[in-house]
């Protein structure tokens, strides 16, 4: 029994810590909607794990869980392309390029920047490795 009430536990601490992100998220939004509440709310959660105001080891369960089941997720998106597949006929090469193209670059990016923080990275243990 005990196993299952920390089970409830870390269920109810993940909801508690992903429903405030999201609830602070909307707020960013109202304030500065420069982006959705949605992703204001990601970066928050991702911030307050990286922090370490919310626990990760609690959380970690209820997050696989989540991706475990994200097809769901999909299927009212499935249902929007079959409801305008005359659209995705008129535009489905551009739709096409557009993905490759905006993939293409996002990757780079990352790529990059992972490269130079790398980088950085070495250089700072190549730092404190030599004895003065």
């Known amino acids: ?21 999201v609830a602070l998220g909307k707020v960013c939004a109202f304030y500065a909607p420069l982006l959705p509440g949605s992703l204001y709310g990601l970066m928050l959660f991702t911030l307050t794990l990286h922090v370490r105001i919310f626990d990760a080891d609690r959380i970690k369960d209820s997050v696989v869980w989540g991706v475990k089941h994200m097809g769901v997720c999909f299927v009212p998106a499935g ?7 005359d659209l995705i006929r008129q535009f489905g090469i551009t739709i096409v390029m557009i993905t490759f193209i905006t993939t293409f670059i996002l990757l780079t990016i990352v790529g990059l920047h992972y490269q130079r923080y790398a980088n950085d990275q070495d250089e700072n243990d190549d730092e404190g490795s030599h004895v003065s």
Request: charged letters at 10%; aromatic letters at 18%.
């Open 79 to 85: 249902v929007g392309i079959m409801n305008h597949f």
């Open 1 to 21: 029994m005990n196993k299952f009430k920390h089970k409830v536990f870390n269920v109810l601490y993940s909801m508690f810590a992903i429903l405030s992100c």
